[in-house]
Structures are given as structure tokens and as C-alpha cells.
């Protein structure tokens, strides 16, 4: 196996996985007790950067109050995200891995830490909701919100399942392993703007079990990389691409909710997002930095030699 010594250094790297996963010893109980708690002007969860709309110069003047919901909508969209994605996605693919489903050869301590991951994200799933019902209680919301929060999942349906069927285990292996590899980026992006404390011991708590699964799955992706074929190597690498994409956007599809509560028209809610949004700075910079790991991993098996995924990670902006 080319990639050995990345196995070798991930095997000792995982030594107290078990000693600080969150599930098996942390005994906080993620009640925010929010109703019971007045946020006024200068005391919010957030800090207003947080939500990037809000530099927009049509909200500068908005009350405090509603850059709150703004935010607090945002966050609340980021946690029912969450627990859909631990479940159905990243469960999905570690129950595979597990139960030697995916016709690859992973080492047997790999299949057993893929288990160890399943019963992670069952919990991270667990808090995410239990924040989720929270923040909607505070905010007394009876809409249904998964025509925003699904249209995110419709995309990574799109390419999971459109490809075909004899690869749809290589594109939800390079969907995860996409998300697992930037997620401790996500959440400490995430995490730096939160300001009240039991969300961000929540968002600490996930942090530190998501470093385990980072370092899994950027294992993973050589251990499956030495065993691909060239035009395999090359669906799987354009597969990445892809989801490099999806997971680098900015989370703008609640906005439609949070600003079309506050009275503002769809029309002009898509031209802030356009006008704040539609910038390098969003659509390449930021992608790039939270996807470093994955990027440099693909440079480091010398996946860019191929045409075929040079041109696409090129015409993206992406090397
Ligand atoms: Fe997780
Ligand atoms: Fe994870």
C-alpha cells in the first residue's frame, strides 16, 4: 500500500479516540435555557459577522432584535443540517464501511473505527436536534423549514445518485470524506462567533471528536486511492470536485426564510445574497481554505497528472 505511512501515523494518532470521544465521557446535557434567559442588544449568542448578510447595507439599520433572528435561524439551520448528515449520510457510509460492504480492502482497525464514528455522529445528531428544538422553541417557529434546509440535500442527491449506479459507493465515499475533512474548518468558523456559552461548548464538543474523524477519513481516501483504477480514480477525484463545491458555499437558503420574515421580498432577498455572495472571496477563496486537506491530499497522490481532474479543479479555480 503506497500510502502506509499516512496509515501508520493515523493508527498512532488515534490513541485516546476512546478516552475523549464526547459520547463516552462527557456528561453535559446541552440544555441552553434559553427562555429563561433575556439576550438584549449588546448580549446576543452571536457575534453580528456571523451571518455575512448582514454586512448588506440595507440591514445595516435593522433592529437588534431581528439581526438576532437572522442569525439565530442561521445557526438553527446549520444544527438541523447537521443531524440529517450525520444519519443519513456519514452513517450510511460507515455502516458500510463496518460491515465490509463497499468491495474495498480497508484494514480491519479501519472497519472497527468506522463504528466507533457511527456511534459519534449518532450523538452529534442527538445534540444538534436537541439545540435545533431549542431555538425553535425560543422563537415560537411553526413553519416547516425543510424546503430551505433540503434543497442543500437535493444537490448531493443529484450527484450521489445521478452518476451511475455501479459508482454510487465511490461518490458517497468522496461525499464524506469531502465533509469529514473539512468540518473541524466549518465548526471552528462556526464556533468563532458564537458567544454564549453552552452553544459553544456544543460546537467545542463536536470539534474535538470531528479531529478523529478527519484524520480517518483523509486515511481513508489513500487507502481508496491506491486500489482505483485510472478511470475510476478519475470519477471518484471528479466526484470530489463536486462536492467541494456544494459543502465551500455559503449557506445563503435561509435567508429566504429569516429576511422573508422580516417583510423583505424574495426578489430583492436573492440580490443581497447576489451582491454579498457572488464574489471570489466566497466562491474560491474561502472554499480553498477550508478545503486545504482534501486538496492537498488529492496533489500529494498526484491526482492532478490526470487531465481529466486537472481540467476540472482548474476551470473552478480550485489549483
Ligand atoms: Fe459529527
Ligand atoms: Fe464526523
Redesign the pocket.
Known amino acids: 500500500m503506497k500510502n502506509n505511512h499516512s496509515y501508520n501515523k493515523y493508527l498512532a494518532g488515534r490513541k485516546d479516540w476512546d478516552t475523549t470521544a464526547r459520547v463516552r465521557n462527557c456528561n453535559e446535557t446541552y440544555d441552553l435555557n434559553l427562555l429563561n434567559r433575556t439576550f438584549d442588544g449588546n448580549t446576543t449568542w452571536h457575534l453580528p459577522s456571523y451571518s455575512g448578510i448582514l454586512n448588506h447595507s440595507e440591514l445595516h439599520n435593522i433592529r437588534n432584535l431581528d439581526k438576532k433572528f437572522i442569525m439565530g435561524t442561521q445557526l438553527l439551520e446549520f444544527v438541523i443540517k447537521t443531524t440529517k448528515f450525520?444519519i443519513e449520510y456519514?452513517n450510511k457510509i460507515a455502516s458500510k464501511i463496518a460491515l465490509g460492504e463497499l468491495n474495498l480492502s480497508i484494514p480491519q482497525d479501519m472497519k472497527l473505527d468506522a463504528l466507533k464514528?457511527y456511534t459519534?455522529?449518532g450523538y452529534?445528531a442527538y445534540f444538534s436536534q436537541k439545540i435545533a428544538n431549542q431555538i425553535i422553541d425560543y422563537y415560537g417557529i411553526e413553519d416547516d423549514l425543510t424546503s430551505y434546509t433540503n434543497k442543500y440535500f437535493s444537490y448531493l442527491d443529484g450527484i450521489l445518485y445521478g452518476e451511475n449506479a455501479s459508482t454510487n459507493n465511490l461518490a458517497m465515499l468522496a461525499c464524506v470524506i469531502v465533509?469529514?475533512s473539512m468540518?473541524v474548518n466549518d465548526i471552528a468558523s462556526e464556533m468563532k462567533e458564537i458567544v454564549y456559552e453552552p452553544i459553544k461548548l456544543m460546537f467545542k464538543n463536536?470539534m474535538i471528536?470531528?479531529a478523529?474523524?478527519?484524520k480517518y477519513?483523509l486515511t481513508l481516501f489513500g487507502v481508496i486511492w491506491d486500489q482505483l483504477d485510472d478511470s475510476h480514480r478519475i470519477i471518484f477525484a471528479n466526484c470530489i470536485c463536486e462536492f467541494i463545491t456544494i459543502f465551500g458555499k455559503p449557506r445563503t437558503d435561509i435567508y429566504y426564510y429569516s429576511l422573508g420574515k422580516l417583510g423583505f421580498e424574495e426578489k430583492n432577498i436573492r440580490k443581497m445574497i447576489d451582491e454579498i455572495y457572488n464574489t471570489n472571496e466566497w466562491k474560491i477563496d474561502r472554499v480553498k481554505s477550508k478545503m486545504g486537506q482534501i486538496l492537498s491530499a488529492l496533489e500529494l497522490n498526484q491526482a492532478f497528472n490526470y487531465s481529466a481532474i486537472n481540467e476540472k479543479f482548474s476551470s473552478r479555480n480550485y489549483i
Open positions: 450525520e456519514v464514528i459519534d455522529e452529534h465533509s469529514e468540518i463536536h471528536d470531528e478523529f474523524h478527519g477519513f
